[in-house]
């Protein structure tokens, strides 16, 4: 048939074993990496973790500048620290094991709120690591991309791709999923350490899988050379003629400046139900009905653990106005006192979070 390879021939586009098990092995790794991002996603849960320690919007919205920068400016530094083809997948698989994945952990032990750090000490502490991470991730991504690229073909090379990274937004999914299960189910902070530390494990569990692969430079008698600066500036110059090229990097640009907006709409939609940010104090200001669900927030008890009061429906004690009071932010005598926030008609409004001072 017109079109067809002849019989007993193989097409361009045919995967051969290698390539099968390759993208397997590809594809699990993925999905492990994607279900382990997305259970700590620093959009939402180490936002969330930032307003639990106090965060005020300084230091939640460097969490976006950290999550952009890091990644996209070190990509240079990595063609100088992976010069070697034959030995790329081992040097790969141990930055990820020995650089990044101890950052989970320590960041899991940091959640818990070291006796004799402050709330602020602890904050930066997370975004340290956070920014270590990130940065260590931004170093070798542009590598990491490459390495794969040389394991696959142009011919199917989009096909494995698109197929491994479906696969991981699926993962990404059932991670966000887990997460809010986690929130949901374990005292805070306790439950945020648990995240980042399962995602410490995770991290390595999906270098387990990429190390499956089989490179054909790792069995090449020598070592093929990478490329220098010059051959780099010339490759960059030579892209920069590319009319796609160029409408590429404008459309990243604007996409990643628009992304850093979302720590933000995380903090808002933590605080829902109609509850506003303090502005002055990184508290919360809140509405009627919101008001008579404050009290129904976590509190530690007797022993230690935190426990959910049962819901009322009459405003209680917390409203006497029943829950009609005007928003605390705008009353003249609102004050801030171990933690509520009473405002011009009496309603007391407890924040959600151990400390009432924004960082």
Known sequence: MLGMPPPGTTSATDMTPRDRHNALSNTLGESLWGFQMAMVAPATVLTVLLRHYGSGERLIGSVGAIESGAVLLPQVLGVYLFTSRKRRKVHLVLWHVLLMSPMLLVMGVLARGPGGMSPRAVAIALLVCFGWFQTAMGVIVAVWLDWLAHLFGPAIRGRVFGISWCCSALAGTGGALAAGHVLETYPQPLAFSYLYMAASAMTVASMAAFCLMKDPA????????????????????????????????????????????????????????????????????????DCRLQHRIPRPGADGRHHRPPARRDG????????????????????????????????????????????
Do not use: M, W
């Not at 090449?220 to 500036?233: E, H, R």
């Open 218 to 289: 790792a069995d090449a008698p020598a070592d093929s050379p990478v490329a220098g600066t010059t051959g780099l500036l010339d490759s960059f110059k030579s892209s920069l003629g590319d009319r796609n090229f160029r409408a590429f990097i404008i459309g990243r640009i604007i996409a990643t400046g628009g992304f850093c907006i979302g720590p933000f709409i995380t903090v808002l939609l933590y605080v829902g139900g109609g509850r506003r940010l303090g502005r002055e104090h990184g508290g919360i200001a809140g509405r009627g009905p």
């Open 316 to 359: 209680g004690d917390h409203c006497p106005d029943g829950g009609t009071g005007r928003d605390a932010r705008f009353g003249r005598e609102d004050q801030l006192h171990d933690g509520v926030f009473r405002g011009r008609a009496g309603c007391r409004r407890r924040l959600p979070f151990p400390y009432e001072h924004a960082v």
